[in-house]
């Protein structure tokens, strides 16, 4: 239907040596000739067009900033991006906009837990994930399809039963529920993601090293780790990132002020009236958002890489 | 690529003498797994048996009350609670609408970007900077204000002479912003899809060119199957992610659902009544429908798959 082009199968990446050109392939050379031609004026209005919509995607973060600086009277009369009037008085009302506690608190409050759950997960995945990867155990294959199986499993089916759980340790309104799971690698995503890298890491490394004498033990220590670095890097920089962002389980298990993270913080200012001081309320968002933004800038290359080898979600 | 790549790890040999190498690892393997065991095990296997067996209970964190009642729980969330069947419907709504709205926004922007040349990378991360923000409080509320009676979306509208509207607060458009704040993050997606690009060979266009075929019929005939896996694998992510939506709801309407429950997603509806109502037995029975729900729409989707996912290895067999 669509010419026999399209149903022949693609052709494999290294295939011999060239054939001599036949008529086929010079028709296939002028085509791109004039291909390339049509193509050049259509890159210009493809890049208007690119500019056109990513102008009206990054509007909304634009225009928080914006209003972040405008003065409480002009928030309403002016909904535009660009301040009329400087007013960089939002930053410090914002602060200390709630009775009792500042933000600086929901702050160090949500740097500890983030902190805390990049060390965890960067630890106990690496280790499960080196299992995984190059040791041979029993059972292997099934605890490796049931780690695959909880990928998919929603968190929802959790939450009631580890509440009680946690509930019964006494951990509630403690940070202990947010990072002790993280000690004991429940974010599946990374250890898939981990052994995907290390099935890169030449196995020919773990036989020298073995040949030395190093012991399973040996070889995690001064093989697998030393080179794992990429990994845990891309690990370390998703799990401060989802957990800075993370609302559910932080507004689940920690009940008073003096606990409270950045994003419970910031839901408590928009309940006590935040909706009538938008400018300090925003400049308290722009200021939660800042370090995800420049996590952003500084890895937005191994970001995107670590998307690509798992899929995983931003 | 991500889909392909599930797969068990390779398997060891069945000879005596791999098989005695597998159990003198053994131990070792275990010791490194341990932390998983544990974790799985204490926080996720245990857990989820011990949250079914409430199901059946009438436990509530604040009661006395903790007695076998059988099914009653899944009888009264089936036939006796509204608000459940709206959830679903809510929740169903969203995910349907929204979830194919955001992966055509991804592969369209994915496709205008496939082109290697400077400042691509810039882009490419412009645009998924909202799916690294997207989630949070702060930008749920600013995306409330934004669509507000005095928001900024009804100053644009004014522009155009169109009259606005209280968005978030009108039960008839409080579920279109929140699918919109759903679909603004395409960057995730959009990423995935470009890595897919990147796979289909050149020559396969470059051949339809010379058969006449036009733009059209080149997306239609070699795009979309060559993309097929990569489609597939972000509809299920997606609507899997879609489903459990939670953070954005809960802020845009308070914490409420509303207005009159327009945007009362079934997260919502669970963590109000297991951590407002503390009926922790009717929030175990919710968890597990959403779950039994959640594992019929995976099987579902894969073996729908199987019509128009094409896996260019199984090709010519």
Known sequence: ?314 | MAVSAAVGPGRAGSTGKARRARWREGPAGYVFLSPFLLGFMGITAIPMLYSLYLSFTNYELLGQTYDWVGLRNYRDLFTNDPQFWHAVQVTVLFAFVAVPLKLAAALGVAMLLNRERRGTGVLRGLFYLPSLIGGSVAVAIIWRAMFDRTGAFNSLLAVFGVEGKPWVNDPDWALETLMLLAIWQFGAPMVIFLAGLKQVPTELYEAAAVDGAGPWRRFRNITLPMLSPVIFFNLVLETINGFQGFTSAFVLSDGTGGPTDSTLMYSLRLYDQAFTEYKMAYASAMAWVFLLAIGLLTVLLFSTGRLWVHYADEEGA
Not at chain 1, 23 to 39: F, K, N, S, W
Not at chain 1, 305 to 314: A, E, P, R, V
Request: charged share 15%; glycine share 6%.
């Open chain 1, 1 to 314: 239907m669509a010419g026999q082009a399209l149903s022949s199968p693609p052709a494999p990446a290294e295939a011999g040596p060239p054939p001599r050109r036949t008529v086929r392939e010079q028709a296939i050379a002028h085509a791109r000739r004039r291909r390339r031609r049509a193509a050049a004026v259509r890159s210009v209005v493809r890049l208007v067009v690119i500019l056109a919509i990513l102008a009206v995607v990054l509007y909304p973060a634009l225009w928080m900033v914006g209003t972040s600086f405008k003065a409480p009277d002009e928030v309403n009369s002016n909904r535009g991006l660009i301040p009329e009037q400087f007013w960089p008085a939002n930053y410090p009302d914002g602060w200390t906009a709630l009775p009792s506690v500042t933000f600086g608190r929901f702050f160090v409050n949500s740097a500890v837990i983030a902190l805390a759950t990049v060390v965890a997960n960067c630890f106990s995945c690496l280790v499960a994930a080196y299992a995984f990867a190059r040791l041979r155990f029993p059972l292997r294959g099934m605890w490796f399809a049931i780690m695959i199986a909880t990928l998919l499993l929603p968190s929802h089916v959790l939450l009631v039963p580890q509440y009680v759980l946690f509930n019964y340790f006494g951990w509630i309104n403690t940070p202990l529920p947010l990072i002790v799971p993280k000690l004991l690698a429940t974010e599946a995503f990374f250890i898939f993601l981990m052994v995907q890298f290390m099935r890169g890491i030449p196995r020919e490394l773990d036989e020298a090293a073995k040949i030395d004498g190093c012991s399973a033990y040996g070889i995690f220590w001064h093989v697998i780790l030393p080179l794992s670095r990429p990994a845990l890097v891309t690990t370390a920089i998703f799990s401060f990132i989802w957990t800075w962002n993370d609302f559910l389980t932080q507004l689940v298990y920690l009940s008073g002020v003096e606990n409270y993270t950045i994003p419970v913080g910031l839901r408590m200012f928009q309940d006590s009236g935040g909706e009538n001081q938008i400018g300090p309320m925003f400049a308290m968002a722009v200021l939660s958002l800042l370090p995800v933004f420049l996590f952003f800038v500084a890895f937005q290359r191994l970001l995107v890489q670590g998307i690509n080898t798992t899929g995983l979600k931003g």
